[in-house]
Each structure stands twice: as C-alpha cells, then as structure tokens.
C-alpha cells in the first residue's frame, strides 16, 4: 500500500522512518531559490538602506536557524546534528533579484535535504519580510534541491 514511500506504512497512515539500523555516512544536501525583485529595492539592500538592518546579514542567520530547526517545522522530519550550514546570497545575473543558496552538512543516519530546502525558505521569507514595506510585488521562486550526497540512495544533481 505505500508505493515505495518511506514515510507512508503498510497500512496507509504516515510514520517516521526507523533509522536506527543504518550506516552513519557522510550527508551534504545544497539547495536553492531566487527572489526576484523591483530594481529600486536591490539598489536599498545593496545601500543598507532598511531600517531592520543588513537584509543579507539577517537573511543568512535566519537560514542558519531555519536548518537547525527543520525536526521542529517538518512533522515526520529526524533531529539531525548538523555539523555544518552554509548560506550565501550573491545578486541574480538575470534579473533584479538575489540567489539564495545553501549548503548543509551531518555525519548521521539520515540525509540533510529537508535542513537545506528550509533554510533557503526561511533565508528567502526573511527578505520579503525585511523588504515588504517597500516592494510586496518580490517573488520566491525556484525552491529546489541543487545536489546531495550520502547514504544508501548516493548521490543526485539536479538537471
């Protein structure tokens, strides 16, 4: 009955899987997304000109947090000891917007995709939030999964 879904048991009802009988293996999971916004609102980040503070600087912390907190937002998700995140926000080459990506890390049972998807999320809502009072027309968009490593599925790299 559950057509290969881990999280789905015999019966049909949602479980969180036992990882108790797997290898602790190297996990990196690196996610991305991409706010775009209007020109004058990147020209105010680029400026520091908002009156929370340093838009990039909270943005990064909030991601940071958002990937500790995963368990915690994600119902069926393990608590998993990240021994490293990173986030970085580089202006988009296309448009008027900024590249948000993240990379996570663990020595543990399970893999850290889920940490690595929540903490570009949580990165790109903080923009909005520090940014809304002038540009509400700022989209998130192309919240995916770049790459990941580790674990008895290897490795996967996004086309």
Known sequence: MNEGFSHINESGDAQMVDVGQKDVTDRIAVASCRVTML???LQKIRDGGFEKGDVLGV???AGVMAAKSTANLIPL???IPLTHIDISIEESNEDFGLDIEASVR???KTGVEMEALTAVTIA???VYDMCKSLDKSMKIESVRLIKKSGGKQGDFLSR
Request: with cysteine.
């Open 39 to 41: 020109q004058q609102t």
């Open 59 to 61: 943005a990064k912390v």
């Open 124 to 126: 790109s809502l903080t």
């Open 77 to 79: 998700c393990h608590p």
């Open 106 to 108: 663990a020595l543990w």
